[in-house]
């Protein structure tokens, strides 16, 4: 699947539009990966990310109104080892409770410490270990933050040195690199309907 600038732009729309939801990107990255190792490791997240998005599990993305992943992997050339993380931005209902600015930033400050709690016992515990495992959790306050970092998944999974990009696709293999949920699958699905005159 890609993710056209266009299409980036209809979808961190629809997130901006999203009433009483907060937006929240969040890298689940495992790093120091020898070449020989990578394949393996991809396979090992994307385990982990069935284990995370699957409706039977505690760790399930039905809290969410919607989300985007994405697969990317870095090399860090002067150790020759390298990195991959899925990218997520994620839309969270806000507790009813946060009607007032001042009730509002506090339930945003308490909800990104929640936020990254949860994602780093979700992750390592779906992974199973937890050497060179980081998550990495940030709010999008505003619609141009929103847009950017949504913009992020048009960028291609193996950026950066082309010597690399075979390597980086070989590791990939047939699993999807992109995926969306809840308003942001609605959104693709629709991509193709005109408005009425």
């Not at 991809?42 to 697969?71: C, E, N, P, Q």
Request: contains cysteine; glycine residues 6%.
């Amino acid at each position: 699947m890609y993710v056209s600038r266009k299409m980036a732009r209809s979808l961190a729309q629809r997130l901006w539009d999203e009433n009483g939801c907060k937006v929240f990107t969040v890298r689940l990255c495992v790093g120091n990966i020898a070449v020989s190792e990578l394949r393996g490791m991809v396979d090992a997240m994307f385990r982990a990310w069935r284990v995370i998005a699957s409706s039977h599990s505690v760790y399930t993305l039905r809290t969410y109104a919607g989300g985007l992943r994405k697969l990317f992997i870095r090399c860090d050339v002067a150790s020759g080892s390298y990195e991959a993380y899925f990218y997520l931005v994620l839309a969270r209902p806000l507790p009813a409770s946060a009607k007032s600015r001042a009730a509002l930033h506090a339930a945003l400050v308490t909800e990104k410490t929640r936020e990254y709690i949860r994602w780093l016992s979700r992750w390592v515990t779906a992974l199973g270990f937890f050497e060179s495992v980081s998550v990495d959790v940030a709010e999008c306050a505003t619609e141009a933050e929103i847009r950017a970092a949504v913009e992020q998944l048009c960028a291609s999974a193996d950026a950066g040195d082309e010597k690399q990009a075979p390597v980086i696709r070989e590791a990939t293999g047939k699993h999807r690199l992109v995926s969306l949920f809840g308003i942001c699958a609605e959104v693709w699905r629709n991509r193709h309907v005109s408005v009425g005159r």
